[in-house]
């Protein structure tokens, strides 16, 4: 039953923020629809009993990324996009490529409609998540510190202001 | 009441239409920083669909007889979330350095490598 409720509400919230993300001129409430998509997608991982994973939505997602996001937006003060909600053959197209590929996915998907989520609705995946982390993933745990140490180099190394020519 | 209870395709149409909004997002905005937050829609769902797995499955190798604690799609999902932040810090970074050469971060009018 709490099953039910949190995905009917945190589903329909969640696609309306993806339509907002795509559906708004600002590029500020873009990231704001974002976000709603974002702590929502947290409340569905909440109902599938992943609560590291809902933890980790809101603190890395919600948190830091879309705080980088506006960040940039604010510092690079880009305009309103015009023609967001013109009709044009291109976007036609485009919508037609996306409902393709909803009717395609559902069609493979169509065998999982009997099978059943609602399991017992327990929280104790945060020890697991530990004890895998520091067992059987321990390599690609370090890897993941040599990746963001790379992507930080990066980022300085490709947004400083360049002083030669 | 039975028929609204989730089951596993409930939250894989919910993935899958997350997935194809990012899709004609990234089609249709010109805008270079929504462009990006598509990106970044297109991997949450993807990660929505893993959890959905995970959970179908119950997958604990440490001890199989406990249904509760399946965390070995949730593994995958972290380590998307990691790769995900790391392409984030990147991208914006491409994107101020492409505003500060050209003052424009429409990609309609990025085509300094077009021949």
């Given amino acids: 039953m709490l099953q039910t409720i949190l995905f009917w509400i945190f589903a329909i919230i969640g696609i309306a923020g993806a339509i907002g993300l795509i559906f708004n001129k600002s590029a500020v409430y873009s990231a704001l629809s974002l976000i709603l998509n974002f702590f929502s997608l947290a409340g569905l991982y909440l109902s599938l009993s992943a609560e590291f994973l809902a933890a980790i939505q809101i603190l890395v997602y919600a948190g830091a990324i879309m705080v980088l996001f506006l960040f940039v937006i604010m510092l690079l003060n880009v305009q309103d996009e015009q023609g967001v909600l013109k009709f044009d053959p291109r976007q036609g197209i485009a919508f037609l490529i996306g409902l393709a590929f909803i009717g395609e996915m559902l069609f493979v998907f169509k065998d999982f409609a009997g099978t059943s989520l609602s399991g017992s609705f327990a929280f104790g995946q945060v020890e697991a998540v530990g004890r895998e982390l520091m067992t059987r993933y321990l390599f690609p745990f370090e890897m993941i510190s040599v990746i963001l140490i790379a992507a930080l180099i990066g980022a300085i190394v490709v947004a400083r202001k360049h002083s030669y020519h | ?48 669909s893993l959890v959905a797995f995970s959970k179908m499955h119950h997958l604990n190798p440490l001890n199989p007889a406990d249904p509760t604690t399946g965390a070995t799609g949730s593994m995958l999902v972290f380590f998307v979330m990691c790769v995900a932040a790391a392409e984030a810090v990147v991208g914006l970074s491409v994107i101020i350095a492409l505003f500060r050469n050209k003052l424009d971060i429409d990609i309609n009018n990025v085509n300094i490598f077009k021949w």
């Fill in chain 2, 1 to 48: 009441m039975s028929f609204l209870e989730p089951n596993a395709f409930s939250y894989l149409t919910v993935s899958v239409i997350m997935f194809a909004l990012g899709i004609i997002g990234v089609m249709t905005r010109r805008n270079g920083i929504v462009v990006f937050m598509c990106i970044e829609l297109m991997l949450n769902a993807v990660n929505l």
